[in-house]
């Protein structure tokens, strides 16, 4: 199978580069035999690259430590279930992930619209064929997961024990979907401006597919903030690590495309920034792909410096010329149907918010490429650490945040002044009330106050625009409260789901908040001795160090220490925070030593624990204690952006009918139906 699967690589290859010239000369000719034979190319592709998974896959469950990738990320005691990710726990293994993802997507979107667009859809297989045989080329040439080693060792390496985490199970798949499915809305809008069909159809082809990668981008992330406080010990969930800032650039490209997109779809603005949007979303995905294999930055999530860097910078400098070429032939057959009429308009708001985003995407871009910008220049490494990131995002982010419950409230065209008082009593009020009450606390961090007085503006917004719509139903149809809500949000998915979304970033940017108020303790104690910590809310916390133990489990070598823990004198139980040494099937170490943490969370506050180590290998232990207000709303934040981001991607709304006549120029009616 590990020799079928190399082979099926080489021949998807052939495939690859056969379908994907043949796609272009289609759509360009008109040639129908030609556009089948691409998109019979990308299903063919998809096969060989399944074949290739298996492949792989079964190499690493049957521990053929011949082969160099299983050698060097597995061993015979790793537990089965983290074999799933040591098939992408490499460069190479997640290479062919990328692979097959991509030529799944594309193979799920030629079926899709196999009756529809058919003018863009030669053109969509060519890029989806484009991108596949792209990085089919690089494991062929630089990175082969297939490689052999010239002898068989007893045993392999092991997985890093940091990717020995459930988190990683599904974190890492997630963020490759939220990349790859990404090429999707970047074919069509490169089919878009090839064939020149450039109404709105091809908005309605991808926006489903955008939401989705969007999806998978927001679920990635928040799995990646839960695994780095949970696994890395360091107390913390965001530290604007490079390949974190890589994942969250195209993130914020796509929302702010998901909110410009409306405008495009109800007043015919903003159509080429939305087609820059597109290409831009597709650039910072492969960006994000390169500085994590090219070796040019130091980030925990990094693979090892490889010439592989090499064939992705050449790739996203292609893509860049060819993507805003074409944009730049297309130019003026992209021209605005409408002007903005007033600043004071959910036009203009949109507007402003996507200029916030792409604000915060060029700093975030800046600070992560300035350390190898400095070195190139200067020959010398010029670190950007959190400081400036926090510096320069938290008032744009408040911005955004405000924006966030501007936006839906104020009428299209140009808001009334009756309309604004009408609209804008309640939140504002909410907001001043929230600011007070905070004031009258004592709390004295300004940003803190400025994000739960504005948390309290957007959540009233929401909740307003909720029993409205809720109240209207109830009194036109004699629906019950709950009958009505539920039919509100499915004939309106695409709003009220938007509004969800914008609750859980209220739930985060809570979250987010509580860091002005977190804190650290360390302490050294002997078993039976006490440290006291006070919170912010004024609880006593009183930790006593119970003692170390030392024991074998599955494959590694535990040192844990256990504490006794009380809050106002109340006892909570027993913290046990663990140093686990890795060991192989010959007992032998095969990584440095792993830190794992205990943590209490309730909804105010987590206990974290962290065991440092021991003083003179005795029983006198070194700990860590931080207190972090809030963190439990960052994950149920993030659940509810999801949930909401589900509602919008659900079957059953319709384009308005604006959209429609936009989408339908004359003899292509049939083609764009949706």
Same mark, same amino acid.
């Given at each position: 199978m590990t020799d079928l699967g190399n082979i099926?690589?080489? #021949?998807?290859?052939?495939?690859?580069?056969?379908?994907?010239?043949?796609?272009?000369?289609?759509?360009?000719?008109?040639?129908?035999?030609?556009?089948?034979?691409?998109?019979?190319?990308?299903?063919?592709?998809?096969?060989?690259?399944?074949?290739?998974? #298996?492949?792989?896959?079964?190499?690493?469950?049957?521990?053929?430590?011949? #082969?160099?990738?299983?050698?060097?990320?597995?061993?015979?005691?790793?537990?089965?279930?983290?074999?799933?990710?040591?098939?992408?726990?490499?460069?190479?293994?997640?290479?062919?992930?990328?692979?097959?993802?991509?030529?799944?997507?594309?193979?799920a979107a030629l079926l899709a619209n196999r009756g529809r667009y058919r003018e863009l859809m030669p053109y969509v297989a060519g890029v989806v064929l484009v991108v596949v045989t792209f990085f089919v080329a690089v494991m062929l040439f630089a990175s082969n997961p297939f490689e052999r080693l010239g002898f068989t060792p007893p045993d392999g390496r092991?997985?890093?024990?940091?990717?020995?985490?459930?988190?990683?199970?599904?974190?890492?798949?997630?963020?490759?979907?939220?990349?790859?499915?990404?090429?999707?809305?970047?074919?069509?809008?490169?089919?878009?401006?090839?064939?020149?069909?450039?109404?709105?159809?091809?908005?309605?082809?991808?926006?489903?597919?955008?939401?989705?990668?969007?999806?998978?981008?927001?679920?990635?992330? #928040?799995?990646g903030m839960w695994w780095a406080y949970v696994e890395l010990g360091w107390g913390g969930y965001w530290a604007w690590d490079p390949v974190e800032n890589a994942s969250f650039l195209p993130w914020l490209t796509m929302t702010a495309f998901l909110?410009?997109?409306?405008?495009?779809?109800?007043? $015919?603005?903003?159509?080429?920034?939305?087609?820059?949007?597109?290409?831009?979303?597709?650039?910072?995905?492969?960006?994000?792909?390169?500085?994590?294999?090219? $070796?040019?930055?130091?980030?925990?999530?990094?693979?090892?410096?490889?010439?592989?860097?090499?064939?992705?910078?050449?790739?996203?400098?292609?893509?860049?010329?060819?993507?805003?070429?074409?944009?730049?032939?297309?130019?003026?057959?992209?021209?605005?149907?409408?002007?903005?009429?007033?600043?004071?308009?959910?036009?203009?708001?949109?507007?402003?918010?996507?200029?916030?985003?792409?604000?915060?995407?060029?700093?975030?871009?800046?600070?992560?490429?300035?350390?190898?910008l400095s070195e190139w220049v200067k020959g010398t490494k010029v670190t950007v650490g959190p400081p400036f990131f926090n510096q320069v995002n938290?008032?744009?982010?408040?911005?955004?945040?405000?924006?966030?419950?501007?936006?839906?409230?104020?009428?299209?065209?140009?808001?009334?002044?009756?309309?604004?008082?009408r609209q804008f009593r309640w939140p504002v009020a909410a907001m001043l009330l929230t600011a007070v009450a905070l004031a009258a606390a004592r709390i004295s961090d300004g940003w803190a106050i400025a994000a739960y007085a504005l948390a309290a503006f957007v959540t009233t917004t929401v909740a307003q625009e909720f029993v409205r719509g809720t109240g209207a139903r109830h009194r036109l149809h004699g629906e019950s409260i709950p009958v009505a809500l539920g039919r509100l949000i499915a004939r309106n998915r695409r709003r009220y789901g938007g509004y969800v979304?914008?609750?859980?970033?209220?739930?985060?940017?809570?979250?987010?908040?509580?860091?002005?108020?977190?804190?650290?303790?360390?302490?050294?104690?002997?078993?039976?001795?006490?440290?006291?910590?006070?919170?912010?809310?004024?609880?006593?916390?009183?930790?006593?160090?119970?003692?170390v133990s030392q024991y074998e489990q599955l494959n590694r070598f535990v040192s844990a220490a256990s504490m006794d823990v009380w809050r106002d004198e109340k006892y909570l139980g027993v913290m046990k925070s663990e140093k686990r040494q890795h060991m192989d099937s010959m007992g032998r170490p095969t990584f440095e030593p792993s830190t794992e943490v205990a943590i209490r969370s309730d909804l105010r506050e987590d206990v974290y624990l962290v065991y440092a180590g021991s003083v003179q290998g005795t029983e006198e232990a070194v700990y860590r204690i931080t207190l972090n207000p809030l963190v439990w709303w960052v994950w149920y934040g993030g659940v509810v952006l999801v949930i909401g981001g589900l509602i919008t991607m659900w079957p059953g709304d319709a384009p308005t009918a604006?959209?429609?006549r936009r989408a339908a120029p004359a003899g292509y009616v049939a083609q764009v139906t949706t």
């Open positions: 099926a690589l080489w #021949v998807a290859l052939l495939i690859g580069c056969w379908g994907s010239a043949v796609a272009f000369v289609g759509g360009r000719t008109g040639r129908a035999e030609l556009a089948l034979s691409a998109e019979r190319a990308v299903y063919v592709t998809w096969g060989l690259l399944v074949i290739a998974s #298996v492949g792989l896959m079964r190499a690493l469950l049957t521990h053929d430590f011949n #082969v160099e990738y299983v050698a060097s990320y597995t061993s015979r005691n790793l537990p089965v279930y983290y074999t799933w990710s040591a098939f992408y726990a490499g460069q190479k293994g997640s290479l062919l992930l990328w692979a097959i993802v991509v030529a799944t997507f594309g193979s092991g997985l890093n024990p940091q990717l020995q985490n459930p988190g990683m199970t599904i974190h890492p798949p997630m963020l490759y979907l939220g990349y790859t499915s990404i090429t999707i809305p970047f074919a069509f809008a490169v089919a878009a401006l090839l064939s020149g069909r450039l109404d709105t159809g091809w908005l309605h082809a991808i926006r489903r597919w955008t939401l989705l990668s969007w999806l998978f981008l927001s679920c990635g992330i #928040v799995l909110h410009s997109v409306m405008i495009q779809e109800k007043r $015919g603005m903003l159509k080429r920034w939305n087609v820059g949007l597109v290409v831009g979303s597709f650039l910072l995905s492969i960006f994000g792909t390169f500085i994590t294999r090219s $070796g040019v930055i130091s980030s925990v999530h990094s693979f090892t410096q490889s010439s592989v860097g090499y064939f992705f910078l050449a790739f996203l400098l292609f893509a860049a010329v060819a993507g805003f070429s074409l944009l730049y032939y297309r130019w003026p057959e992209l021209e605005a149907e409408a002007k903005l009429e007033s600043m004071v308009s959910r036009e203009a708001a949109f507007l402003f918010n996507n200029l916030i985003f792409i604000v915060i995407a060029f700093s975030v871009l800046w600070g992560t490429l300035f350390p190898i938290v008032p744009l982010g408040l911005l955004l945040l405000l924006l966030t419950g501007i936006g839906p409230l104020i009428a299209w065209r140009r808001a009334s002044p009756g309309n604004l008082k979304v914008h609750l859980g970033m209220v739930m985060l940017f809570a979250g987010f908040a509580g860091l002005a108020f977190k804190s650290d303790t360390e302490a050294t104690l002997k078993p039976g001795e006490s440290v006291t910590v006070r919170s912010p809310y004024g609880h006593a916390y009183r930790f006593t160090h119970q003692g604006a959209s429609r």
